[in-house]
Structure formats: C-alpha cells, structure tokens
C-alpha cells in the first residue's frame, strides 16, 4: 500500500523555536538521547510495519527534506517526492499527484505530528467497513479548537465540526487527527463536484486572479458527511501535534519517556477502569438528564494525570435505566457528551467508554422486554472489562477497577484487575475484596502511579 505524507507546511506557530527549519525536520529525541526529525520516526515506524512505499509532497524548504531523506533507500524505503512551487492548499498537491496514483487505497498522513499507530489494524477496519475513506479519530486534551467528528452507531461520520464552527452545548470528545485511509476514487468525486481538473491546480481564476487551491477538510472529506462512506476508527494510539511551542514540549517529554511507542495497538496495553456513577460524577440515584451530572471534585485532575502516565482512562457502567425504559439510547449518549466535554474543558479525557443496557428483573411498566435478560456484562460479571481488553489489547493483570461498590471490585476482579474502593472520605468499613482504598478517585490514581 502506498503511503502520502503531506510535509509542505511552513509551521508559522513554531517558527519561534524553530525559525529555519521546516516542520518534517523538526528534531525530537527518544528516551535513548537518540535525536531524529520528527518526519524520520514517522518513516521508521512505517518501514517497521510493512509500509515501504511513500510519497513525500513538499513545499516549503523542499530542498532541505530531499536532501535528506534522498531516495529513502538509506532508511529501508522508496520516497518519491510531489513538490509545490506555489502554496496549493494542504490537498492540493494530492489532488495534482492523482493520475499517479493506482485503484488502491492509500494512507493519507502528516508530517507535523508525532504518532505510532498500528496502521495495518486501521487498514483492516477500513476494509472491513467496506469504507471510501477512514478518518483515525482519538480524545485529546484540547477538543475545544480541534475538529470533532460525530458519527452514527455503525461509525458512520454524520457531521465535521471545525473549531470555528458551532457546535452542541455537548459533545463527545472525538478529535480528528488527521490521519486517513482513502479510496482514490474521492479525489475523483470532488474533481467531479467542483469541476477542478488536477492541471488547474496552481493556476489563476480568470474571473477572481487567485491561485485554485484545494482544502482536504472542507473540499474533499467534509462533503461525504452522511453518505455512508466515511468512517471514524476510534483510537487510544498516539497522535499529537506539534506545531506549537507548548505542544512540542509535551511530545518532546512524551517521547522521552517511552509513551508513545507504548501506545501503539500492537504492544500489551494498561488501563484503569472506572465506574461512572459515584466515582466520576456525583452519584443521584438513577441519572436520567444531563442536567443531573455533576462531575465529583478532583475528578478532572485524576483523569488528566491517567492520560499523562499511560494508563487508559476506560468508563465501565451498569445503566439498567436503559432496559427499564427510562432513558433512551440518546438521552444516555447526551449524558455521556456533557461528562466528556466538562472533561475536555479541564484537558482531560477518557479513552473509551462501555456500558451495559440490560437488567435481569421484569414488571417494570415501559420496560424493553428484550435488554431484561441475565447478560455477561452487568457488573459484577467481566463482560465489559473483557470486551474493552479485546479491542484495545489490554493486559489486565498490570491494570486496574476503581468503583465506590461491591460490584465494581467485584467485576475488577471476575476480569483479573487488581482494584480500589472509594470510600468518599468517610470510614469506609466496606470489605469486598479490594486490593486498596482511597478516600477519592484522584487519592486512588496516585497511589496507583505511585505504586508503579
């Protein structure tokens, strides 16, 4: 499969630190003390997993880039290079090299940010999917000026929301990162919707004497929104930017400490799983709206320095109201994005969320008669914590079940997690087996980074 990293960018937000180099040259060094540009562990990890094939399309200090990487033959790949000789947006390139490129899909990725994923897994869910394009979708900490995407149940990207578009007072933190698997055909599509032709690319409008340039959001990705050939892969994996000074400090440290290559799918992750309810928001019974979640205190800081210690942040919950008829599949989703934005306002987020629908007992007038059975993912039963395992290779020996009841330590330990009660501060005369306890989640997230 061939892979296309667009590097033409000129990194106008880091050029404080970095005035004279283009962004692809940009030097991160590893734990190691080894120091490589950022575009060289990019390649590196690409060559590792069978991906040999790039193209690299290069404007600003083009020259600079191919003198470096040359053929590719040095670093165990072949690079060809597209280069711009004018600023021809960030798809414009792409859409030039079109008649180069075969009826195969292609990984579509950038140069100006740091990531290690299993990009052979991602290829695999894309033809599964049967899909023309899919975006690598991932929390981050900043989802506030990050495009978010919304998706059906199948994954199916509805809507593309860029940071300066409106969006819902709440929203599910799922950011694009910028990293796609992509039919050839789509460039076509969007030949054929605007009627530009690769060979008017660069060109000036008679009519407005600007340049034709192409923008791969807006012009070629976010009209496919709703057609049922977009799909979001939800990922932990690692992929951030850095094309600020701030950012590149936290990939820099990243980077050093060994986080991401960890991340990547392929090696054995770590999670701490939390229940929801009286762990991270204030428990009220049976929540019902959102406008009855209200985050615990600390909670915010506990989650954010999960993210920072490379632990998965995974929300295992029981919500029978579902089964009872109490609350619609919606209304549970708007619940749920309140928890994630308030999160994200904080710089925090969670990795994955699981819950369970069902409950055992009948007679409840308005239930849903077919979510009233005896599951294997109610708590204290694993079913949720083995299902995330699965889809995220966790081990669950090196990982951890935070809850403030029975059925949390319980379910920890039905999967083989080692688990804290909380205790809300109070005696906490509660025996269930737990390996620890802590008076809140953030005391419990220390002491289990401190135990590390």
């Not at 979001?232 to 930017?241: A, F, G, N, Q, T």
């Not at 309810?277 to 709206?289: P, Q």
């Not at 993912?377 to 079940?401: E, V």
Request: hydrophobic share 35%; glycine share 10%; net charge negative.
């Amino acid at each position: 499969m061939k892979t296309v990293i667009m590097a033409g960018g000129k990194g106008t937000r880091i050029s404080p630190l970095f005035p004279d180099i283009p962004k692809p040259l940009i030097p991160i060094t590893n734990g190691a003390g080894v120091v490589k540009p950022v575009l060289e562990w990019e390649i590196c990890s690409l060559i590792a997993q069978g991906f040999t094939d790039i193209v690299l399309t290069v404007g600003y200090k083009a020259q600079a880039i191919i003198d470096y990487f040359g053929t590719g033959e040095g670093f165990g790949c072949h690079i060809t290079y597209w280069v711009e000789d004018v600023p021809l947006g960030n798809a414009g390139a792409l859409i030039k090299y079109r008649p180069k490129l075969d009826s195969e899909p292609f990984l579509l990725l950038i140069a100006d940010a740091m990531f290690d994923v299993d990009f052979n897994r991602m290829v695999h869910w894309h033809k599964e999917k049967n899909a023309l394009v899919t975006l690598f979708t991932h929390p981050n900490s900043h989802p506030h000026d990050s495009s978010v995407i919304v998706s059906d149940s199948q994954n199916g990207v509805t809507l593309w929301l860029t940071k300066d578009d409106t969006r819902p007072q709440w929203y599910r933190n799922r950011v694009n990162a910028g990293l796609q698997v992509i039919d050839p055909t789509v460039l076509d599509m969007m030949i054929q919707r605007t009627g530009l032709t690769p060979e008017d690319i660069g060109t000036k409008d008679s009519e407005t004497g600007k340049v034709r340039r192409v923008d791969m959001d807006s012009q070629i990705l976010k009209p496919l929104c709703g057609q049922g050939v977009m799909y979001c892969y939800d990922s932990p994996e690692y992929c951030k930017d850095m094309g600020t000074p701030e950012r590149y400090g936290q990939v820099s440290r990243d980077f050093q400490k060994g986080t991401v290559a960890a991340k990547n799918l392929s090696k054995p992750q770590k999670a701490i799983f939390l229940d929801r309810d009286g762990t991270i928001n204030k428990y009220v019974g049976f929540l019902r709206s959102p406008s009855e979640l209200e985050l615990c205190d600390r909670v915010a800081e506990a989650i954010k320095k999960i993210n920072e210690s490379g632990y998965l942040a995974i929300v295992i919950t029981n919500q029978p109201v579902i089964a009872r008829g109490e609350v619609a599949v919606s209304q549970l989703q708007e619940i749920h994005n309140k928890m994630e934005t308030l999160l994200g306002q904080s710089g925090a987020y969670i990795d994955g969320l699981y819950y369970c629908p069902h409950h055992p007992d009948k007679g409840f007038e308005g239930e849903i008669a077919e979510l009233k059975i005896d599951c294997d993912c109610r708590k204290p039963k694993p079913g949720l914590i083995l299902r995330a395992s699965q889809d995220f290779n966790i081990n669950l020996n090196n990982s951890w079940m935070v809850g403030d009841g029975k059925r949390d330590i319980e379910a920890g330990k039905n999967a083989g997690c080692k688990t804290v009660l909380l205790t809300k501060g109070e005696s906490g005369d509660g025996e269930f087996g737990q390996d620890y306890k802590a008076k809140d989640l953030l005391s419990a997230v220390e002491m289990i980074l401190a135990s590390d």
